[in-house]
Nanobody, 125 residues
Framework: QVQLVESGGGLVQPGGSLTLSCAAS????????IGWFRRAPGKEREGVSC????????YYADSVKGRFTISRDNVKNTVYLQMNNVKPGDTAEYFC??????????????????WGQGTQVTVSS
């Protein structure tokens, strides 16, 4: 079965850290760029970060730049989103997606084929 599964979400205090995982099954992530998105209650979906298939480039939204780091382990068929110094505004459901296109430090121009179901991140004291 082809799927992406996010994990690692939970409750974290402001200023804390959390690492989200996006694991693929049924297909290899080697040839795909991966994007992380989030949707907070009452807000539009926001692109958070993306990474190219060859780690040649990564993009971060201004809201997370300097705090979040995206990485991938093609052996484990998994992409990670390391979240540091989290803020209440980071509270959202986080999704990953796999697709093709161009990744630069300025933008993710990707067409996504596979989507995960999401993992909830709540930042609260």
């Amino acid at each position: 079965q082809v799927q992406l599964v996010e994990s690692g979400g939970g409750l974290v205090q402001p200023g804390g850290s959390l690492t989200l995982s996006c694991a693929a099954s049924g297909f290899s992530l080697d040839y795909y760029a991966i994007g992380w998105f989030r949707r907070a209650p009452g807000k539009e979906r926001e692109g958070v970060s993306c990474i190219s298939n060859g780690e040649r480039g990564a993009y971060y939204a201004d809201s997370v730049k300097g705090r979040f780091t995206i990485s991938r382990d093609n052996v484990k068929n998994t992409v990670y989103l390391q979240m540091n110094n989290v803020k209440p505004g980071d509270t959202a459901e986080y999704f990953c997606a796999a697709g093709w296109g161009t990744v630069s430090t300025d933008a993710c121009l990707l067409e996504y084929k596979y989507w995960g179901q999401g993992t909830q991140v709540t930042v609260s004291s």
